[in-house]
């Protein structure tokens, strides 16, 4: 019997390469799919999904209120940061209040990292700049600051560069919640048989990687800009971890409060309704 053939898309970060090594070298039961990776940064994956290009894809929790109408959330395969994450650098430091006055590098408009700052910071004036070459932005005096995601996180002080704001933090002291950063959706056009399926495949590939960690962080390491295996494996353990493997109470209601106050504060057109696919068969 074929197989269905599935396009799965994720960023092309230690991260994501983790979650999916046990899928992505076929150590694991597909559960009668053939899945082809598809490695393409968040934004990119944030544009394809306003046009329903891939079946199964990562997206930022940000763009779900764009998309909702076409995708389902997986109860599985979220970045969340637990009083860390994406953070504002500069080359030199400043007060938070002279923030919103400078002109600050993001790494795309839907990516929940812009979110996150517009709820803290208002509006301001920014630039969009590949997450990649953010750090080189601000290192050249292009821009005043710059919002950085991924490994930029642990490695921007090696550069000479000085923490502004942790998005993570400041969440944290706001609302008590991790703050949800990337999701896992699947297209509803699917069906539930199908989508439940595909939930309980990730949720294997995910385990998989956390019981084989070591092998899964080596695979994992050629997606490791700037980073030593030990810097890697930090990396990985910050965004995939037990709240990974399911959002739990504290994470179901991190997403619907940052969706809720993005529409309330007018930064995402309307209100978003959080349901979750449920797993179907053995793990």
Not at 153 to 168: F, H, N, P, V, W
Request: glycine share 10%; hydrophobic share 40%.
């Amino acid at each position: 019997m074929a197989k269905t053939r599935l396009r799965l898309g994720h960023s092309p970060d230690p991260d994501d390469a983790f979650m999916f090594y046990g899928l992505a070298r076929d150590l694991i039961d597909p559960g009668g799919f053939e899945f082809e990776h598809i490695l393409r940064d968040i934004e990119t994956l944030n544009q394809w999904a306003m046009e329903g290009k891939l079946e199964i894809t990562a997206i930022s929790v940000h763009n779900f209120a764009y998309v909702h109408d076409r995708y389902a959330l997986l109860p599985n395969g979220a970045s969340m940061g637990d009083r860390y994450g994406p953070m504002v650098i500069a080359r030199e430091g400043f007060s938070l209040d002279a923030l919103a006055s400078k002109m600050i590098a993001i790494p795309g408009e839907r990516t929940t990292a812009f979110l996150a700052l517009k709820l803290c910071l208002g509006e301001f004036a920014y630039k969009v700049v590949p997450f990649d070459r953010i750090m080189g932005e601000v290192e050249r005096g292009q821009v005043d600051a710059g919002l950085i995601i991924h490994e930029g996180q642990l490695t921007y002080a090696s550069r000479g560069l000085t923490k502004i704001l942790d998005l993570g933090e400041w969440w944290h002291d706001v609302t008590r919640l991790p703050l949800p950063l990337g999701c896992n959706v699947v297209r509803k056009d699917l069906g539930e048989e199908t989508m439940s399926r595909i939930a309980t495949v990730l949720d294997r590939s995910i385990r998989y990687s956390l019981d084989h960690r070591e092998a899964a962080v080596d695979y994992a390491l050629q997606w490791a800009r700037d980073m030593d295996a030990p810097l890697a494996d930090r990396f990985v353990g910050m965004y995939v971890n037990e709240l990974t493997l399911s959002y739990g109470e504290a994470g179901r209601r991190a997403l619907e409060t940052l969706l809720q106050r993005g529409y309330a504060e007018g930064h995402i057109p309307g209100p978003v309704a959080v349901d979750f696919v449920e797993m179907a068969g053995p793990r």
